[in-house]
């Protein structure tokens, strides 16, 4: 079965910068596109950043674009994100997530398999 297990959330001060990575597990991890969602409290899970399989295309919210870069280790079976300049507005759950197909995509329901999550909080 496929497993997603986020980790590198923590508390930042504004401006500061953290680095998730989500290990997976459980089927080939370079046949699928990759994607990090985000949930702060009272607000629906939103769309952070895609990527492809081969991690040659990345798409981006338009509220992160220029701060954060998703990447992916198909060797080691990971996909990162980069944060850099955050902003208390990024504190929320951040999760990654898998697709069945190749190419990326930004909905929620065009993603398959979840992780936990792990928790960002930017004090300001």
């Known amino acids: 079965q496929v497993q997603l297990v986020e980790s590198g959330g923590g508390l930042v001060q504004a401006g500061g910068s953290l680095r998730l990575s989500c290990a997976a597990s459980?089927?080939?991890?370079?046949?699928?596109?990759m994607g990090w969602f985000r949930q702060a409290p009272g607000k629906e899970r939103e769309f952070v950043a895609g990527?492809?399989?081969?991690?040659?295309?990345?798409n981006y919210a338009d509220s992160v674009k220029g701060r954060f870069t998703i990447s992916r280790d198909n060797a080691k079976n990971t996909v990162y994100l980069q944060t850099i300049s955050l902003k208390p507005e990024d504190t929320a759950v951040y999760y990654c997530?898998?697709?069945?197909?190749?190419?990326?995509?930004?909905?929620?329901?065009?993603?398959?398999?979840w992780g936990q999550g792990t928790q960002v909080t930017v004090s300001s």
């Open positions: 459980g089927r080939t991890f370079s046949n699928y596109a």
């Open positions: 997530a898998m697709r069945s197909y190749s190419g990326s995509a930004t909905k929620i329901d065009e993603f398959d398999y």
């Open positions: 990527i492809y399989w081969s991690g040659g295309r990345t």
